[in-house]
């Protein structure tokens, strides 16, 4: 096989030629890692792939306009909220064409999206698990059947994407495997690497952070911006990044995972820039809800299987070993 169809053939396998959205993942390492004393949550057997930010405007745009090109809107994917709420960040028109009908507000493109349930996102998940473009989003990851019921992850080699487990959402905010951290138990109170509550971020006009650190968060109603008091601000601009690189698992945005935590409730985490105090971005507060639930301070991120593969490092070590038979054959 030649060189350049060696190479050809990786790039299809490495990024998918339907892929219209972009994850940032960050690897969770540190596999068998205890789990928090204080609280039994945050043990992962494996390394995994998790979001580095919250599911953007941007990006659930792209998904919109994929899986619902008409406007149809049969599942539910798109909340007029969305659109009404300045604190929404996707528009609909519905004279637009196919494809098209969604569009991004201003300055909300690296907003995370919210008025999301739980269903929304995992229909957001199977489409990026199944490949993006017109791939389905009632089965892969999830399979679905209207909005209802607790449903729970399926298993298998094709499911590469998902909603983060409670421990591996938990494990990525707030556990840290350097010597002492946490005061000697590895685990973090808040996810901002800190024991101290984050000081409240501040925001410019069109919603960037303007007192990044360390220890900073949005939440109390602090990002004052586009008239409202309190709001969603731009991903990773607090710069309160935990042990692995994940952004805001504190504040912005509260966040669903996967935990069934009754039998009709769906856990979140990590409070948002509506939590009037610091408590909900503590490691102790585990809340619920009705899957179906959707709000203007409710997100998500996605987890993944760690990359690079397995598959495409063996792949790449074959290509590697022909090119340099091939360049010896020339020589």
């Known amino acids: 096989m030649k060189t350049t169809a060696i190479l050809a053939l990786l790039a299809l396998i490495i990024v998918p030629a339907s892929a219209t959205v972009t994850i940032d993942y960050v690897t969770v390492g540190n596999a068998g890692n205890a789990a ?9 057997s494996y390394a995994y792939n998790i979001g580095q930010y919250e599911v953007t405007n941007a990006q659930y745009t792209e998904f ?26 996707i528009s609909y028109n519905a004279g637009a064409g196919a494809g098209s009908k969604y569009s991004i507000k201003a300055n909300m493109g690296n907003k995370p999206v919210n008025y999301v349930s739980w269903y929304d996102a995992a229909r957001f998940t199977n489409w990026v698990n199944n490949g993006q473009g017109n791939a389905s989003t009632e089965i892969g990851t999830y399979t679905l059947s209207g909005n209802t019921g607790i449903i729970t992850k399926n298993s298998g080699s094709s499911v590469t994407v998902w909603l983060p487990s409670e421990h591996e959402w938990y494990k990525a905010a707030y556990y840290d495997p350097t010597t002492g951290a946490g005061g000697g138990d590895n685990y ?27 220890n900073v968060a949005n939440y109390n109603n602090g990002a004052d911006w586009n008239s409202l008091n309190g709001n969603v601000s731009t991903i990773g601009s607090s710069m309160a990044d935990n042990y692995f690189g994940t952004a805001d698992q504190g504040g912005n945005v509260a966040e669903w995972n996967d935990a069934v935590i009754s039998v009709s409730s769906r856990g979140f985490r990590g409070g948002s820039w509506n939590s009037f105090d610091f408590d909900s971005m503590n490691s102790l507060a585990r809340v619920s809800i009705t899957p179906s639930f959707e709000t203007d301070s409710l997100g998500f991120r996605l987890a993944s299987v ?11 070590a074959s290509a590697c070993l022909i090119i340099r038979r091939s360049r010896r054959d020339l020589a």
Request: charged share 10%; net charge negative; glycine share 14%.
């Open 188 to 214: 973090w109170q808040y996810p901002t690497q800190s024991n101290s509550p984050p000081t409240v971020g501040t925001v410019n006009i069109t919603g960037d952070i303007t007192n990044p650190g360390a």
């Open 36 to 44: 928090d004393p204080l609280t039994g949550y945050g043990s992962v």
């Open 306 to 316: 760690p990359e690079p593969s397995s598959l495409v490092l063996s792949l790449l």
């Open 64 to 89: 919109l306009n994929a899986a619902d090109p008409t406007g149809a809107n049969p599942n539910g994917i798109y909340n007029a909220s969305m659109g009404s709420d300045a604190r929404g960040g």
